[in-house]
């Protein structure tokens, strides 16, 4: 897990929300080259809306987002997958009609080259989906369905791929395993920003994790300070 000097995505001093009314306040956040970020915080505190916000999903009425040097403040998620962004939403995150490998080939639609490998690759990376291929979706439990969500976001072999709430309403087992899946993606030179409800599981993968309440930036620092940090521990992680 390497870092760049110049980041990937760059959040300068960002407003944002919907219909006008800004949740984000004036935030700022940086996702260097082979990181794992981390955003927490309370309930209502902007992480979402931070990460929607990045992927043009939420209107920015001041601040900019920057995708490496490319000022991408306001420009449509389409537009984002096609610069090497891929998001995965907290839900409805799958075609639960569609087979497991039509949803995962649905995640190549703007590719017009052979994607088998990168099919392939997934299929390693995530053996149950390949045992279930030809089955809907719709009728895998919740972390196989986050399998087949953040498989296809791998579609497009993008730079960053981006994670909101990956864990929520999953087992302790599920849990754990997708926080593995998450290291081995980002040791494959993918960079990883995500929201995370298990704030403590989180941040300990992460090298660097960002605490926002109440739409702006707390606390920055690496995964491992936060961690130790006894104010965060007892506002935000839920005490020691």
Known sequence: MTQQTNPVIRV????????????LQGVNLELHGGEIVVI???NGAG?????????GLARVSKGQVF??????????SDQLVHKGLSYVPQERN????????????IGAYIR?????????????LFPRLKERRRQPAGLMSGGERQMVAMGRALMVEPKVLMLDEPTAGLSPAFIHQVFEWIKQINQEGISILMVEQNAKQALAIADRGYVLAVGQNRYEDTGAALLANEEVAEMFLGGR
Do not use: C, H, W
């Open 40 to 42: 927490v915080g309370p």
């Open 47 to 55: 992480k979402s809306t931070l990460m929607k916000t990045t992927f």
């Open 67 to 76: 995708l490496e040097t490319e000022d991408i403040t306001n420009i449509r």
């Open 94 to 105: 799958v075609f639960p009609t569609l087979t497991v490998q039509e949803n995962l080939e």
């Open 12 to 23: 300068s001093d960002v407003y944002a929300g919907y219909g006008g009314a800004d949740i």
């Open 112 to 124: 017009r080259d052979d994607y088998s490998p990168q099919l392939e690759r997934i299929y390693t």
